[in-house]
């Protein structure tokens, strides 16, 4: 039971000071500040925010689309988001047909728009199928900001990325979390902010 406890407060001590890290990093801040306003010009204009990633990342996808699309901290108009890879027919049928790596791309190449914005999340920054996701979003021209952990893996080389300073997958996907909360937040306050 002893090692159970010390575990306990080593993850939290862990994750709090990735946490405290964030708010001590003001490139990131700078980051999230650019992110949030080409997001904003997007929503404005017509287009969405569309996210994608596997796994935990995958739910964290669905998560802060349905911030988007639902709400956050108020009751308000909805926002034009998309997480890939949510139509199971669709997604199993492309893996079949073409292989799993393209299950985003091809979803990609034909609901987007070079007026979106695209948020490919992965923890390593190595996952084929977002790699070929940020490929088509470069040809097609959208803006791409990635959420990766620290050493931002082969994303960081072909987009911008705002990296959570960790290593472990659970510690960076705590917070890309965070600065998925953050980001919906300030588009929020921001979008909403003349009728409030």
Do not use: W
């Amino acid at each position: 039971m002893g090692d159970m406890r010390k575990k306990i407060a080593h993850d939290l001590g862990e994750s709090l000071g990735v946490h405290s890290a964030l708010v001590d990093d003001h490139f990131v801040h700078e980051q999230l500040v650019g992110l949030a306003e080409r997001c904003l010009e997007s929503l404005r204009s017509g287009g969405k925010v569309i996210f994608a990633g596997n796994g935990g990342s995958f739910a964290d996808s669905q998560h802060l689309a349905a911030e988007f699309i639902s709400r956050l901290q108020f009751d308000r108009a909805p926002l034009a988001s998309v997480a890939l890879g949510t139509n199971s027919s669709s997604t199993t049928a492309i893996g079949n047909d073409y292989g799993y790596e393209f299950i985003f791309a091809r979803e990609l190449q034909v609901i987007s728009t070079s007026n979106d914005v695209f948020i490919p999340i992965s923890t390593s920054g190595n996952s084929k199928n977002i790699l070929l996701a940020v490929e088509v979003a470069v040809s097609k021209g959208l803006h791409i900001v990635g959420l990766t952990g620290q050493s931002g893996g082969k994303l960081a080389a072909q987009c911008e990325c705002l990296k959570v300073p960790a290593t472990r997958t659970e510690r960076i996907q705590e917070g890309h979390i965070l600065l998925g909360h953050v980001l919906c937040g300030l588009i929020e306050d921001e979008f909403f902010a003349p009728s409030r």
